[in-house]
């Protein structure tokens, strides 16, 4: 294991923020942490970049306990929800920064940065000020700092949560391709389940300071252990319905409209193009449904699905049964 937590905790007052958070991360691998909003997400990030320190468990590095190391020994690449670039200082310099505290000469920091502005795509852009950039650009200049450090892990804290739509689109393959694609272990903060099906090799779903499941995104859509899970992987949500003491679970994509099926009212209809999404109300509650763009909706709704993909969760818990 490359990286690992050891059911680290990390309390303000009373309140434990992190409770018994175990994480094994390997080399080349790429985890994302999903949750909520205040789950953690941002503390557990400083804790293993050493910003702050756990009041319970260990954390290990390669292998080393790494409690005592300072942060700026423990050769982690940040990125942070809010890019921290120095205002006054133009790109070039912000970038030089991290290797002039290395102690590099002079010749070599000029060389690297000039490389790395290359790869940024940012060459054009070095001696501006980060408030004279667009968000991307801002954006690329927080990963080249990162890249610069050699980093043996890579911590990303929301990496793209500043960004458009079209931005992201276009920042993900490069995030790829430069990050996520190298041998070191990278630890991709993220509220967004599509961000982190589309990049991590295993998403860890967190809630309340604590990983409620961990596994490959395929086996957290097809076999949910909770329904909190259940409703935070896939869009729109899954669809439980009451069942004496279960909850039935459809994901909307499972439903189609089928003659034999249960009668529906439409509520809403929207057209996305290759797909639509419907808002039913059934006999058994409201029901989200997606269904290929071509779909026709028949005068009289009745809407079915598959028994043999069908989630069952217990009322009382919320655990898979
Ligand atoms: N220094 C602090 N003192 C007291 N409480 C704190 C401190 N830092 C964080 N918290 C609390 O810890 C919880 C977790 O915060 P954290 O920043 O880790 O959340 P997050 O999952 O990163 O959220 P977001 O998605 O909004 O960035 C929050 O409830 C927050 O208010
Ligand atoms: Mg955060």
């Known amino acids: 294991m490359t990286l690992e937590l050891q059911s680290v905790g990390r309390r303000f007052g009373e309140n ?14 790429c985890v994302a942490l999903l949750g909520a909003s205040g789950c953690g997400k941002s503390t557990a990030l400083r804790l293993i970049a050493g910003l702050d320190q756990p009041d319970a468990g260990q954390i290990l590095i390669h292998g080393r306990r790494v409690d005592g190391i300072p942060a700026r020994q423990r050769r982690i690449g940040m990125v942070f929800q809010s890019y921290a670039l120095f205002p006054h200082l133009s790109v070039r310099n912000n970038l030089e920064l991290g290797l002039k505290i290395r102690g590099l000469p002079v010749e070599e920091r000029q060389n690297r940065i000039s490389g790395m502005l290359d790869v940024v795509k940012l060459s054009a852009q070095a001696d501006r000020l980060p408030a004279q950039l667009s968000g991307g650009q801002r954006q690329r200049v927080a990963l080249a700092r990162a890249l610069l450090r050699d980093p043996l892990i890579y911590l990303l804290d929301e ?36 961000e982190a099906m589309a990049l991590a090799d295993r998403i860890a779903v967190m809630r309340s300071g604590q990983i409620e499941q961990i596994g490959s995104p395929q086996e957290l859509y097809d076999k ?22 279960v909850m039935v679970g459809i994901r909307p994509e499972h439903l189609y409209f ?4 249960m009668p529906c009212e439409l509520i809403n209809r929207e057209w996305h193009g290759a797909s639509q999404q419907f808002i039913l109300n059934s006999p058994r509650g409201e029901l989200q449904m997606i269904s290929s763009g071509d779909t026709i909706v028949p005068e009289r709704p009745t809407v079915a699905w598959k028994r043999d993909l069908e989630h069952r969760f217990s009322k009382s818990s919320g655990f898979r049964q």
């Open 224 to 245: 949910p252990m909770t329904t909190y899970v259940a409703q935070f992987i896939g869009r729109p949500p899954m669809n439980l319905l009451e069942d004496d003491d």
């Open 258 to 261: 089928d003659a034999e099926g």
């Open 16 to 29: 434990w923020i992190l409770r018994q958070l175990d994480l094994s991360v390997n080399e080349g691998e």
């Open 159 to 194: 990496p793209m949560s500043n960004l458009d739509a079209q931005l992201r689109d276009e920042l993900r393959p490069e995030l790829k391709k430069l990050i996520l694609n190298g041998p070191q272990p990278v630890i991709y903060v993220t509220h967004d389940q599509q």
